[in-house]
């Protein structure tokens, strides 16, 4: 099976969700990923081609707005309760023209010497969970597209 992408399918979905790292606060964790790594990695990706670079800074109140009544407004009817929230600080989603973008990313010598190194500053590499797809967008900027 070919991993290139030809002009006519769609683009892959790489999602990772991340852990800081213990000695980090949350805050600091989400400041340096957001401002100093970004900052390290988004004109590399754009130079490699990547379509997007997502990052998802989870809300640390995550369980009691799913699971609770956090905002005094859900009944016993209503609650989700009991559903399990996910054990990460972020999720990066990355948009890539193909499968064999992500390989050339991997190959690329920036990415162990640079992009690798600065991670380690700020996630639990040994936490990491990924995961690599095409995407589905029914709805978009409002509008169904189904």
Known sequence: MSTQNTSAAPPITLMALITKKKELTWDEFSEYWRISHARLVAPWLEKRGVLKYR????SRDSDA??????????DSEHNTGGVEVFQCDGILELELP?????????????????????????????????????????????????
């Open 55 to 58: 990052q998802i800074h989870l």
């Open 65 to 74: 707005v799913i699971n609770g009544d956090s905002a005094g407004v859900l």
């Open 98 to 146: 193909s499968f064999q973008t992500w390989i050339d990313l991997m190959k690329d010598p920036y990415y162990a010497d640079v992009v690798v190194h600065d991670e380690r500053k700020f996630f639990d590499a040994k936490k990491v969970v990924m995961g690599i797809g095409s995407s589905v967008v029914p709805v978009e900027n409002g509008k169904a597209r189904i």
